[in-house]
């Protein structure tokens, strides 16, 4: 059972590029969140999406954007991109939208991020 | 806005003993507590989550939760060499939406 996949592995971008990540959720789940790990922080809630809505948003500026597809997979947009963006983008899934979500979160490996 | 504190570390403990990490939070509409465990380089794992007052056990592993002090710990039983880590730290308010609000993790180093 594969679990939460996520690509590409590591990126290196110039500022002002536009970056985008994709996820795909543990087999049977349906919920995705995006997380930003800087280097030595604990990771940092962008969205959450489910139901192909995001439901949930943190304290992120208008470039960073998502999208979940029909199959649950998900992308996250990142427009002109600035070098305080370099971090580790972790992508989380679960499965419904209740108090247990977060229970049932698992992670992927991440996509590391340099913006030079 | 929810704040969660966690001493960086490192927090140095021999091999056998008991390793103690704690974590303070300052919403008290906070729900749900969460420990995770992460290695240099990996994603973060999951140990256990506490939404009661009182202590949990699983394994090795205690958490304590007082949401009078709105503090959070988790003890480490027998502690292994494998167990060196940053533990993090995190809550949520109870809704099915909410992110998880991560504390910077305290790395924890076990001496053998």
């Known amino acids: 059972d594969a679990g939460v996949t996520q690509s590409p592995t590591h990126l290196i971008k110039t500022r002002g590029q536009q970056v985008t990540l994709r996820c795909s959720p543990k087999s049977g789940h349906d919920t995705v969140s995006w997380y930003q790990q800087a280097l030595g922080q604990g990771p940092q809630f962008i969205f959450q999406?489910?139901?192909?809505?995001?439901?949930q948003r943190g304290n992120f500026p208008d470039r960073f954007s998502g999208h979940q597809f029909p199959n649950y997979s998900s992308e996250l947009n990142v427009n002109a991109l600035l070098l305080g963006d370099s971090a580790l983008y972790l992508c989380?899934?679960?499965?419904?939208?209740?108090?247990?979500?977060?229970?049932?979160?698992?992670f992927g490996s991440g996509t590391q991020l340099s913006v030079l | 806005q929810k704040e969660v504190e966690q001493n960086s570390g490192p927090l140095s403990v021999p091999e056998g003993a008991i390793a103690s990490l704690n974590c303070t939070y300052s919403?008290?509409?906070?729900?749900?507590f969460f420990w995770y465990r992460q290695y240099s380089g990996k994603s973060p794992e999951l140990i256990m989550f506490i939404y009661s007052n009182g202590d949990k056990e699983d394994g090795r592993f205690t958490a304590q939760l007082n949401k009078a002090s709105q503090y959070v710990s988790l003890l480490i039983r027998d502690s292994q060499p494998s167990d060196s880590a940053t533990y993090l730290c995190?809550?949520?308010?109870?809704?099915?939406?909410?992110?998880?609000?991560f504390g910077k993790g305290t790395h924890l180093i076990i001496q053998p």
């Open positions: 919403d008290r509409g906070s729900q749900s």
């Open positions: 995190a809550l949520d308010s109870g809704g099915g939406a909410d992110g998880l609000t």
């Open positions: 989380a899934s679960s499965w419904g939208l209740d108090r247990g979500t977060n229970e049932k979160l698992f």
């Open positions: 999406y489910y139901e192909e809505e995001e439901r």
